[in-house]
């Protein structure tokens, strides 16, 4: 048997939820997942592209069972009815992959009235995996995957300007978000040791895809930049799929790879400090109760 059948064997059975399923990266993501043989869970914000991406992943991986759950995640009303909804419909969950997020490059304040880049692509990684750590630890051995950024990198944490509200640059926000990805899957980690869940971090690439095009004349710019030197989604839904299936990273966790290998990130994502600080402020945007002793 190949190490291919090897994992689609595996996937058999199991139930992977994919946030930001409805394009790019978290659209391949889905459909691998879905050809492997797993039953798969997309999340967007529109039925309609809901409908579309459920049909196209269907067609494309041969299986049935694809279905899509509607959350805008940059409200946490919507995040936590997304998890209620999950937990009530399915009985496991194996994968979650936490791809959904976006880059704004002026401040914008979502339902919660907290700034977007924030809310988006840390708190709501952060409330959905709390929302659903019971069920992926009574399905364990589980995984979650956190799509960071190679941005991450040209980021620190201000503890005094978490959401920019003080100095506010839209391309200096969204590398700390990354950066808190980091934080968080490293401190989840720790958190989760001897639960059979295991935690990792990666970096896709640039990828082409509608990503910043909500952003007027510079997202347009940035758009046309992507058309020449970033890759496909294809390409980098790569190591989402490797993290959510591979039995070469099975027990491995607190994490960071690119291109499919385990480098290390920046010094401030090593910052046991700053991911605990950060943890408590999270749990306190996010009206949570301490859920890991």
Known sequence: ????????????????????????????????????GARVVLVGRSREKCDAAVQQVRVQAGHAEVEALLADLSSQQQIRELARQFIARYPRLDVLVNNAG???????????????????????YFLLTQLLLDTLKASSPARIVNVSSRAHRKATIDFDNLTGERDFSGWRQYCRSKLMNLLFTYELDRRLR????????????????????????????????????????????????????????????????????????????????????????????????????
């Open 1 to 36: 048997m190949s190490a291919m059948d090897t994992t689609a064997s595996a996937m058999r059975g199991k139930v992977c939820l994919v946030t930001g399923a409805t394009s790019g990266i978290g659209l391949v993501t889905a459909r691998e997942l879905a050809r492997q």
């Open 102 to 124: 976006g880059l704004w490059l002026e401040r914008r304040l979502n339902a919660d009235g907290i700034e977007m880049t924030f809310g988006v692509n840390h708190l709501a």
């Open 194 to 293: 001897g639960t059979g869940v295991t935690v990792n971090a990666l970096h896709p690439g640039w990828v082409y895809t509608g990503f910043a095009g909500s952003n007027g004349l510079r997202g347009a710019a940035l758009q046309f930049l992507a058309r020449f030197f970033a890759i496909g989604p294809e390409e980098g839904a790569r190591t989402m799929v490797f993290l959510a299936t591979s039995p070469d990273v099975a027990g491995v966790s607190g994490r960071y790879f690119v291109r499919a290998k385990a480098v290390a990130s920046s010094p401030a994502s090593y910052d046991l400090e700053a991911a605990r600080r950060l943890w408590e402020v999270s749990e306190q945007m996010t009206h949570l109760t301490p859920a890991i002793p």
